[in-house]
């Protein structure tokens, strides 16, 4: 079974600070993808960044960056000089690839990060 | 444009009155979920699809139906819907080709629906 952990139900930073959102998670699926996701208030849910469970080097998009550490199983995402418009809710998410569970998703509870002026 | 189209986006029924969600995509994706967002529960699985006439249990399945006859199309069926069904739904695909990881979803607009 999949599990995603988000520790944080709401994270506040100041404009141009970097802020760092939790996610850690369990599987037996020996291969895997881990994901952020965006969701402003209007509510559609925005792409970030992925990771793969293989992948030897940490993902970045932009300002954002995915601080992977596969023997803690934490995948915590840095956004680097907040925005105003990065106020939203954030999933992190995983998904199996390659055995009898690719195709089941789970994600986080979700943190709600307020960035303030 | 590449997008995920779900209908209605606003529904509000009366509990057992049966009611369809569709879900339609245009970017001939094998694969396609549904998701359910409650308040604090973040998006729970409810029914995904590898492909046509393949569909399989996520970890919120009671009270739903799926079908995927058409490989663009992925209707999520409430039979007989009750008031812990309402919730925000969001439909989702990906390509499958060669199904890694990387391989993003695509999400709908979603669709708020309220039972009475």
């Known amino acids: 079974a999949q599990k995603i952990t988000q520790t944080q139900p709401g994270m506040f930073v100041q404009e141009k600070e970097a802020v760092t959102l939790d996610c850690t998670y369990d599987?037996?699926?020996?291969?895997?993808?881990l994901f952020w996701y965006k969701q402003p208030s209007s509510g559609e849910m925005i792409f970030l960044i992925y990771q793969g469970s293989y992948d030897q080097q940490n993902a970045t998009e932009g300002r954002y960056s995915l601080n992977f550490q596969k023997a803690r199983k934490s995948a915590n995402l840095v956004i680097s000089a907040s925005q105003l418009g990065d106020s939203a809710m954030y999933f992190c998410a995983m998904r199996a690839t390659y055995n009898t569970n690719a195709g089941k998703s789970t994600f986080g509870d979700g943190t709600t990060l307020t960035v303030k002026p | 444009e590449a997008q995920v189209t779900q209908n209605p986006r606003y529904l509000i029924t009366v509990t057992g009155k049966k009611l369809t969600v569709t879900c339609s995509q245009n970017m001939n994706h094998e694969y396609m979920s549904w998701y359910r967002q409650d308040p604090g529960l973040g998006l729970r699985q409810i029914y995904y699809?590898?492909?046509?006439?393949?569909?399989d249990k996520g970890d919120v399945p009671e009270g739903y139906k799926v079908s995927r006859k058409e490989k663009r199309n992925f209707p999520l069926i409430l039979e007989s819907p009750s008031p812990n069904q309402t919730s925000l739904y969001f439909c989702?695909?990906?390509?499958?080709?060669?199904?890694?990881?990387?391989?993003?979803?695509?999400f709908g607009a979603g669709s708020r629906l309220t039972v009475l």
């Open positions: 989702a695909s990906t390509p499958i080709r060669s199904f890694s990881g990387a391989n993003v979803l695509t």
């Open positions: 599987t037996s699926d020996p291969s895997y993808g």
């Open positions: 699809s590898m492909n046509v006439e393949v569909t």
